[in-house]
């Protein structure tokens, strides 16, 4: 007998250090010399770019959930021509699991460019209902908000500690925006202000106000006082300068140093998730204990420096802007350690909210830009595709 050919494989730990390599050179990023990554722009085009990957990988992963409600969900989106702007009439309804309003909620978030999380520790969802028309207008999903957010932090005033006491007050909305043709009609603007209003108080005052911590056991006794949130393209037109009846509601407060982990594929993490499993780190599996929204980019970190990677290469460099809406009067007192009991006395209720953005927006942009009745709701499965742009100035190439 000959004598036989051994093929030498690369080690495990060379392998997923490739895929590593491939994966961040796939999606654009490039290093400096220093190796540094580089992200390919700042433009929103380069960041929609940047997240193909992973809206491709979510697609697949929905494809099963396409295929059974896709069609069945579609009459809830609306024509552009059934809309008559001046009678829009939004309503928040509260998303509970395994219904038809959870799987129209996870339709709606298919049409993001930017792939949506499905948001971590306490949750708030909400379809934005148009009870005029009878049709979806949008979708708030509010969670748990990250621990370490400097520009915040600075702004509150807290220091480590501080943050720990009180961030239990906070939620960050993760989800924010309107579908089409509402879209069109600056419903984005209405959504956003929805945010700030009686029912959503009252909704995390009902689920979490007595709820008590995974960890530490005891009870939290929370208000909610303030939401985040941070525009997923750079400056954002939709929270800047976002004023009803006087009142401002999103207040520019800078923006994330562009360090993340949003280039790290979900394909990729898995990977990674089960190489720190294999040599038996607590990070693989830690999610368990109410780590919340950090635990991933801890686990990639610790699997990136097990691999020998830098820090660095969590620097993408995409920086988003980053918006606070005070929810109390005395907000900000009760956040630096002030014992009042909150002061809701300038909330206003989301109908009153409703005629307010549709009067100041949604009917005048109706009347000055009358193209979104070109829109039709069988766009939407395209939309999920990635294949209709989705915008006003794609309805106007059309018309043209």
């Known amino acids: 007998m000959g004598e036989k050919t051994l093929i030498n494989f690369p080690p495990p730990e060379a392998q997923l250090k490739r895929a590593v390599r491939q994966d961040l050179k796939r999606i654009g990023f490039k290093k400096d010399k220093t190796g540094q990554l580089l992200s390919p722009g700042q433009d929103k085009q380069a960041v929609r770019l940047l997240h193909a990957e992973q809206r491709s990988e979510k697609l697949k992963a929905n494809a099963a959930f396409l295929a059974r409600y896709e069609s069945e969900l579609l009459p809830c989106f609306a024509d552009g021509d059934e809309i008559e702007p001046a009678n829009i009439r939004l309503v928040l309804r509260r998303v509970r699991s395994d219904t038809k309003d959870a799987n129209l909620f996870r ?25 005029g028309h009878d049709r979806l207008a949008g979708i708030i999903a509010l969670g748990d908000p990250v621990f370490n957010l400097s520009v915040r932090d600075k702004l509150v005033g807290w220091n480590s500690t501080d943050r720990s006491l009180r961030l239990v007050h906070l939620l960050d909305a993760y989800v924010l925006g309107a579908v089409p043709p ?7 603007k209405a959504v956003a202000a929805l945010v700030r209003t009686q029912e959503v108080v009252q909704d995390f005052r009902d689920t ?193």
């Not at 460019?113 to 379809?127: E, I, M």
């Not at 204990?289 to 660095?312: E, Q, V």
């Open 182 to 188: 509402y879209s069109f009609l600056l419903g984005g």
């Open 107 to 131: 339709l709606a978030t298919l049409t993001w460019s930017v792939p949506v999380s499905a948001g971590f520790g306490r949750r708030l969802r909400y379809l934005v209902w148009d009870e």
């Open 208 to 400: 979490y106000g007595e709820s008590v911590g995974i960890i530490s056991g005891a009870a939290k006794h929370a208000s909610l006082l303030m939401v985040t949130t941070t525009s997923s393209m750079g400056r954002s037109s939709v929270y800047n300068r976002l004023t009803l009846n006087g009142t401002r509601y999103f207040e520019p407060v800078g923006y994330t140093t562009g360090w993340g982990h949003f280039h790290i594929t979900d394909a990729l993490f898995v990977k990674l998730r089960s190489y720190l499993r294999q040599l038996k780190h607590e990070y693989a599996d830690h999610h368990a204990y109410g780590k919340g929204p950090n635990w991933r980019l801890r686990t990639i970190k610790a699997a990136l420096t097990r691999l020998g990677f830098k820090n660095s290469l969590l620097k993408h460099g995409i920086q988003r802007q980053v918006f606070l809406c005070p929810l109390a009067r005395n907000t900000a007192d009760i956040l630096r350690g002030g014992g009042a009991e909150p002061d809701y006395q300038d909330l206003l209720s989301v109908a009153e909210v409703s005629a307010l953005a549709v009067r100041r927006w949604m009917a005048p942009r109706g009347s000055r830009e009358p193209a979104f009745r070109r829109w039709r709701r069988d766009s939407v499965p395209l939309l999920v595709r990635g294949d209709v742009a989705g915008s006003l100035d794609e309805l106007r190439r059309q018309a043209a």
